[in-house]
């Protein structure tokens, strides 16, 4: 840490909160090492502690105007800092707790039976049995109402090809349904 007395401190927080970039620079400069450290303790990965050191600083810009010059900068934005930090902690170990609640829901819940699936449900248990290609042409065929002329451009297919091949998504789609199970409500 390039070493300021509190004159110098005082002095380029004043300029800092008038505008001057060039003083804020000087104060990231001379702070900046300590509270990387310090924000590198709370054993976050690097990427981390470079997004939780950059927002500290952001936090500082908008809220120096606020800040007493008379006042310590070093422990205003060393608390700041450990605000942040702990905050990360805690969001992240909610995210963990919850993804930890979802882990032992799937692992009790029973797989849903055909009997208990929407009709969306079942059609979207068909439509990722089966390949991109042929999952485009049901789309433009059936769901976006496309005539055979047009879904067999879109296709890159002439429409006789483009009828053969959806004749043979179709009996593909029954097998998988028969397959799995599934009736209509």
Same mark, same amino acid.
């Given at each position: 840490?390039e ?20 003083a804020?620079e000087?104060l990231m400069t001379?702070f ?6 310090l924000?590198? $303790? ?9 997004n ?11 809220h120096?105007p ?8 070093? $422990?205003? %934005? ?33 797989p849903p ?6 009709p969306k449900e079942m059609?979207?248990g ?13 789309t433009? %065929?059936?769901?976006?109402?496309k005539?055979?002329r ?10 006789g090809?483009t $009828?053969?091949?959806l004749?043979?998504i179709r ?10 199970g599934?009736e209509?409500?």
């Amino acid at each position: 840490m390039e070493l300021l007395n509190a004159e110098e401190i005082e002095m380029l927080v004043r300029e800092a909160q008038q505008g001057d970039e060039e003083a804020f620079e000087s104060l990231m400069t001379a702070f900046s090492p300590f509270f990387y450290s310090l924000l590198s $303790r709370f054993s976050f990965h690097r990427a981390e502690v470079e997004n939780l050191y950059q927002e500290a600083w952001i936090r500082v810009w908008e809220h120096l105007p606020s800040f007493s010059p008379r006042g310590n900068f070093s $422990r205003w %934005f060393k608390t700041i800092v450990i605000h942040l930090a702990l905050n990360a902690r805690k969001k992240k170990s909610l995210e963990r707790k919850k993804m930890e609640e979802i882990a032992q829901e799937l692992e009790t819940a029973e797989p849903p039976t055909p009997d208990k699936l929407t009709p969306k449900e079942m059609l979207d248990g068909l439509m990722v049995e089966i390949t991109d290609h042929e999952r485009l042409a049901i789309t433009l %065929f059936y769901l976006e109402g496309k005539n055979i002329r047009e879904t067999a451009s879109i296709l890159g297919k002439s429409e006789g090809a483009t $009828r053969v091949f959806l004749l043979r998504i179709r009996k593909k789609l029954r097998e998988i349904w028969e397959e799995k199970g599934y009736e209509l409500p």
